[in-house]
């Protein structure tokens, strides 16, 4: 049983580029969520979803940012016209049941994003 | 809003020594509170998971308590090693179904 996947682990792009990020959760995992880590910080909730839903996107930057979960296929975190502080750790997780909010939270081992 | 605070920031022991990290939180209306484990560059590893209505859960050396009415979980490690060097992070998780996490507490055990 894997576990929840990201990819590419390591990117790197150029000012103004576009970078897109995927997890896919764990096997039967219909919750995803996305957090950042900046260098030397802590990890910041950046949005919740379920399958073809935005459940909580408070943590979003309101431009260039934005992410979806299909019906089939990851979950993508996609950045436009990257920056240079936009360079960080992007982590995903996964959780099992709908509603659940007593279930564990499952990551990925992340993608770091440098942008030169 | 919820916050979640480490204390202390940084910790280092030499190896053998038990040790207690600190986590508060200030909304106490959680559902479960997580430990996990980060090593330099690499992901998170879940250590501990403790349900809004359990005072404790163990694993190994590992210890973690919850006072969810004062806001405040401890994670105890007993006799440390230099394997144990990495940052502890906690999390609590509420109504709203995402987790908050503290900023970390970075420990090193020197052989």
């Known amino acids: 049983n894997a576990g929840v996947m990201q990819n590419p682990r390591h990117l790197v792009r150029r000012r103004g580029q576009e970078a897109r990020l995927r997890c896919s959760p764990m096997k039967g995992h219909s919750h995803v969520y996305w957090y950042r880590q900046l260098p030397e910080e802590g990890l910041k909730f950046m949005v919740y979803l379920q399958k073809e839903n935005i459940i909580d996107e408070s943590g979003m930057p309101k431009e260039r940012f934005s992410a979806e979960f299909p019906k089939e296929g990851p979950s993508i975190l996609r950045i436009q016209q990257v920056v240079r502080g936009d360079s960080a750790a992007y982590f995903c997780?996964?959780?099992?049941?709908?509603?659940?909010?007593?279930?564990?939270?499952?990551f990925g081992e992340g993608s770091r994003l440098t942008v030169l | 809003k919820q916050e979640v605070t480490q204390i202390p920031a940084a910790l280092s022991v030499p190896e053998g020594e038990n040790l207690v990290l600190n986590c508060s939180f200030t909304d106490s209306a959680i559902y479960n509170l997580q430990w996990f484990r980060q090593d330099p560059g690499k992901g998170l590893t879940s250590l501990l998971l403790?349900?809004?209505?359990?005072r404790e859960q163990t694993s190994g050396r590992l210890n973690a308590s919850l006072d969810k009415s004062s806001g405040r979980s401890t994670l105890y490690i007993a006799a440390s090693q230099p394997g144990d060097s990495a940052t502890y992070l906690c999390?609590?998780?509420?109504?709203?179904?995402?987790?908050?996490f503290g900023q970390g507490t970075t420990l090193q055990v020197k052989p």
């Open positions: 999390a609590v998780r509420g109504n709203t179904g995402k987790l908050i």
């Open positions: 997780a996964s959780s099992l049941l709908a509603g659940d909010n007593t279930g564990e939270l499952f």
């Open positions: 403790i349900q809004s209505s359990q």
